[in-house]
């Protein structure tokens, strides 16, 4: 069982820059793809980035360029490094994981465990 907990959302400016944080407790990521999804207001939650194990990546169009998912294996902590953030990056974002290997996981249903989930909030 792997227990994640979110961290570092807030409210930012647009154009501004935030580092969302996902540290995993009771197992460790090794051999587990981890991945970032978002639920907007009256809005489906949807994926944003993966890292597999193997470090390949994978990230919904809207964020490619500006959003760069990482892995610390010491620390068992994911990021996401958001930049150049915009009003629709509005959302509550969930860090997930999944053990295995493959490629980089873009559905929920790929997914067996979650965090709660933090607010990010981008004002103009």
């Known amino acids: 069982q792997v227990q994640l907990v979110e961290s570092g959302g807030g409210l930012v400016q647009a154009g501004g820059s935030l580092r969302l944080s996902c540290a995993a407790s009771g197992r460790t990521f090794s051999s587990h793809a981890t991945g970032w999804f978002r639920q907007a207001p009256g809005k489906e939650r949807e994926f944003v980035a993966a890292l597999t194990w193997s470090d390949r990546t994978s990230y919904a169009d809207s964020v490619k360029g500006r959003f760069t998912i990482s892995r610390d294996n010491i620390n068992d902590t994911v990021y996401l490094q958001m930049n150049s953030l915009k009003r629709d990056d509005t959302a509550v974002y969930y860090c997930?994981?999944?053990?295995?290997?493959?490629?980089?996981?873009?559905?929920?249903?790929?997914?067996?465990?979650w965090g709660q989930g933090t607010q990010v909030t981008v004002s103009s």
């Open positions: 997930a994981a999944r053990y295995g290997l493959g490629a980089p996981p873009e559905s929920e249903d790929d997914y067996s465990y």
